[in-house]
């Protein structure tokens, strides 16, 4: 079992940064590929990006290509997302997300779900 805490959501405004953060516990991260998903009322959650247990491949949305930027630190068993240049477009709730198997992108693919973090970013 793992248990994923996101932090670091808030209200900013548009073109300011914010970096996400999602700590585990239960088992060490490493043995988990991990995304990062959001979702706002009414959508469903939709895929922002991924990386890869080693933290050697990574991949995005093309909504957030070039202004996010997802890392991982094994030894501290925490995954980042940085956000840049945010966009009122990006207002959602985040959640992190740990798979063993299966596509990144696919959110049923994941099995442990943190709680999610609110994201607002006003124009």
């Known amino acids: 079992q793992v248990q994923l805490v996101e932090s670091g959501g808030g209200l900013v405004q548009a073109g300011d940064s914010l970096r996400l953060s999602c700590v585990a516990s239960g088992r060490t991260l490493s043995n988990y590929a991990m995304g990062w998903f959001r979702q706002t009322p009414g959508r469903e959650r939709e895929f922002v990006a991924a990386?890869?247990?080693?933290?050697?491949?990574?991949y995005y949305v093309d909504s957030v290509k070039d202004r996010f930027i997802i890392s991982r630190n094994n030894a501290e068993n925490i995954v980042y997302l940085q956000m840049n240049s945010l966009k009122p477009e990006d207002t959602a709730v985040y959640y992190c997300a740990a798979r063993i198997t299966g596509r990144y992108y696919a959110s049923n693919d994941y099995r442990y779900w943190g709680q999610g973090t609110q994201v607002t970013v006003s124009s």
């Open positions: 990386i890869t247990w080693s933290g050697g491949s990574t």
